[in-house]
Each structure stands twice: as structure tokens, then as C-alpha cells.
């Protein structure tokens, strides 16, 4: 499943809509539960866990997919 | 006394009754605006391993109206829908015995004001599991003033005298541990645990289905511990 899939489906926002520069917080349907949800689904998707400090520090769509890829690439 | 706030939600995932769990009282946010699109009035369950959406309707629903301005649909063809629609997904889950009755009860409930079933609901779902969290209604009980953000949600703390207050780490950047701790307030931050998470689930999505889903596959007792999985975090 792609992460745009996975911000589709959180937030109830068109994927397309989904881009790099996307804030969360500008997402209408956003906050710190559904926050953790988009997490939870992101690291079930990709097998990977977020520290602590990056789930509270992430604040676009490109910092969750560079996080997932310094994870992939290790 | 540990405190925590949050908008309700509609047969919430996982997560939400961590973070009941995590705290002494929970109080429902409802004086906010409703978020079309959001979790408020609709959650998911899992159809064949597909998500499906389980909604309630609400009438003149806006982002532009408080959740406690806002109404139920009343009429029983939805909520038969409903019922229908889970007793046809879950009809060979191991619990579905148990689980089913209990949304049937909390559906006849889902009448008049949105705010205040979807207090009933998460009280109900909260005995179930054997989460004794008080629950409030912020409407109900605190006088919105003319706050908003965190200085809302620490004239809330205040007044209810909480040592602590407990948000999810999606919010923390929302919050100055500062202002807090100047009126004597702890702030702490949950992180789901789900790595050793072994419940049975029915979707691909594991825990973030509706608690439904969880409840239908494992002892309530399962689902109780999974509850307390989770890290609180100082900011």
C-alpha cells in the first residue's frame, strides 16, 4: 500500500491530493488520535517503527516517506 | 488525577481506549466543531479482509457547527442496515455473540443528540472492556469562555484539579510543557505499543479498525490488556 493510500484513507482526502509538501496540520480531518492511527498504519505497512520523537516531530507527508526510507535503505 | 482530552469518536480503534485507559477521567471534547470526514460520526470495520464504513447519519452536519449542535438521523432502517451489515461480516467470529448484543443495545441509544450518545457509546464500550475511566462532556461541565487550543485544555485541567495531563504524541508539538508546569501540571504523551500486539483481527489494517473488529476475534480480556500497551513520555 502506498503512504498516499494510507493519508487517503486516514483523512478522508483525495490521494492525489497527497503530495510531499502537504502539511498534516492543514488537513481538516487531522488530529492527535488520527495522527496515531496514520502511524500505526504506516508502520504496519512498510514494517517499520517510528522513535518516539519522530512521531511528535512529523509535519509533512515528506518527513514520514524519508523516514521510511532511511529505514528501508538500512 | 490524570486527565485527558479528546473529540468523541464513533466505535473508536484502539488507541482511544489506550489513552482512557492511561488516565483517571476522560473528558469528551464535544464543544469543538464537528470535522466532516473525520472519526467523529463514522468508523470502520472489516468486510471479506476489506475495510467498510460504518456511519451514522446526522442531520445538517457542518464543520461550522459545534459536535454537541449537531442531531442523529432517527430512523431504525440505518441502524438495521448497520446491525445487518456487521452480523453478515463477523457471523463466524468467535465472539460475535457477545459483541453484537452489545452494539445492538448501544444503536438503540443512537437517537436526539450526537454528543450525547456518543458519550453513551464509549461508556458502554468502556464497561465492556473494563475501563472504569470517568467520562465527561466538556459542554457539559466546563464553560468554554472564549478559549481555544491548549489554553482551553489547561482551564479544563485546572478546574478539574488534574496532576497530569495525557494527549496523544501526535499532538505534543500542540502543547507548551512550560505553561503547563507553571500551573503545576504534568504533561505526558502516550505512544501506542502494537509490535507485540498478538490479537486476532479481521482486515489488513490490524488494530486500526474499529474496536469492533478486536472485540469480535479475542476475550474481551485480550483486548483489555492490549488497552495498557502502550509508552507515556515527558515533552
Known amino acids: 500500500m502506498s503512504l498516499g493510500r494510507i493519508f487517503s484513507e486516514v483523512f478522508s482526502i483525495p490521494e492525489k491530493t497527497v503530495n510531499d509538501s502537504l502539511d498534516l496540520r492543514d488537513i481538516s480531518s487531522w488530529d492527535s488520535m488520527s495522527h496515531m492511527m496514520l502511524i500505526a498504519r504506516v508502520e504496519e505497512a512498510f514494517a517499520v517503527e517510528f522513535t518516539g520523537d519522530e512521531i511528535a516531530d512529523f509535519r509533512t507527508v515528506r518527513d514520514i516517506r524519508e523516514a521510511v526510507s532511511q529505514r528501508e535503505t538500512r | ?235
Request: aromatic share 10%; net charge neutral.
Open chain 2, 1 to 235: 488525577m490524570r486527565l485527558a482530552i479528546m473529540q468523541p469518536y464513533f466505535l473508536p480503534y484502539l488507541g482511544y481506549f489506550q489513552l482512557m485507559a492511561a488516565v483517571d477521567k476522560i473528558a469528551l471534547l464535544d464543544d469543538a466543531n464537528f470535522i466532516n470526514g473525520g472519526w467523529i460520526n463514522r468508523n470502520r470495520i472489516a468486510v471479506q479482509g476489506k475495510p467498510h464504513w460504518l456511519t451514522l447519519p446526522l442531520a445538517k452536519a457542518s464543520q461550522n457547527r459545534l459536535i454537541n449542535e449537531i442531531e442523529i438521523v432517527d430512523d431504525q432502517l440505518w441502524k438495521r442496515k448497520i446491525i445487518r451489515s456487521v452480523e453478515l461480516s463477523y457471523q463466524s467470529a468467535p465472539f460475535a455473540g457477545q459483541v453484537l448484543p452489545l452494539l445492538s443495545e448501544i444503536l438503540q441509544e443512537a437517537r436526539g443528540s450526537l454528543s450525547a450518545f456518543l458519550f453513551y457509546q464509549l461508556r458502554c464500550l468502556a464497561d465492556y472492556i473494563g475501563i472504569p475511566t470517568q467520562i465527561e462532556r466538556t459542554s457539559v461541565r466546563y464553560p468554554k469562555d472564549a478559549l481555544t487550543g491548549q489554553r482551553r485544555i489547561l482551564d479544563i485541567c485546572i478546574r478539574e484539579g488534574a496532576s497530569t495531563y495525557v494527549n496523544p504524541l501526535g499532538g505534543r508539538a500542540l502543547y507548551d510543557a512550560e505553561l503547563f508546569a507553571s500551573a503545576g501540571i504534568k504533561l505526558l504523551f502516550l505512544d501506542p505499543d502494537f509490535s507485540g500486539l498478538t490479537l486476532r483481527h479481521g482486515g489488513q489494517e490490524g488494530p486500526c479498525l474499529s474496536i469492533l473488529d478486536l472485540l469480535m476475534f479475542n476475550p474481551v480480556i485480550a483486548v483489555r490488556e492490549a488497552t495498557e500497551m502502550f509508552r507515556l513520555s515527558p515533552s
